[in-house]
Structure formats: structure tokens, C-alpha cells
């Protein structure tokens, strides 16, 4: 058994079996968070890959709360902010 580093939504996670290989799907509880690891111990995201994954978040959610935009071709300058607590974080 081995302990996964962020909670997930139960009801829409689940496994499949193909060809003896097992695919696993997580679905994230908390919308906006970058999980270092899906499973403690099991490697960690490189800083680039976190930031690259902070990126898309950020662009997914300003695209969420503004669908009258296309923020396609927005990119940041600078570090990005946390998707999940910037003003005032995300509207669930």
C-alpha cells in the first residue's frame, strides 16, 4: 500500500486493466494544486516541470473565469503565481 501526497476525488478515480499493464487515474480534490508526486516516495517534479505545470493551471483558470477571452497565446513573465490562492484562489 503506498500513500498518495494530495487527496483525490474517490468517486472519480479509478483503475483499468490493459494487456496485464494497469492505468490508474487520480482525480485531484483540490483544483489548481501541482502535485510534487502522485504517490510519496515515488519521485518528485523537477522545478521546471512545477513551474511549467503552474503555468497551465494559471492559463486554465483565467480561461474558466473568463470564457469571453482566449488566453491560447498568454504567457508569464516572471514566476507565476499559485493557481489555487492567487486573489482570492479558485471558485469551486
Not at 20 to 49: A, C, F, N
Not at 66 to 73: I, K, M, R, T, V
Amino acid at each position: 500500500m503506498h500513500d498518495l501526497t494530495c487527496p483525490v476525488k474517490v468517486d472519480s478515480s479509478f483503475w483499468t486493466l490493459e494487456d496485464d499493464v494497469m492505468h490508474i487515474t487520480l482525480q485531484k480534490r483540490d483544483r489548481g494544486q501541482t502535485w510534487p508526486s502522485p504517490i510519496y516516495g515515488q519521485g518528485e517534479l523537477d522545478p521546471h516541470s512545477v513551474d511549467k505545470e503552474q503555468r497551465r493551471l494559471m492559463l486554465q483558470r483565467f480561461q474558466e473565469e473568463n470564457p469571453g477571452f482566449d488566453f491560447s497565446q498568454a504567457e508569464f513573465t516572471g514566476i507565476c503565481p499559485d493557481p489555487k490562492t492567487f486573489m482570492g484562489g479558485i471558485k469551486h
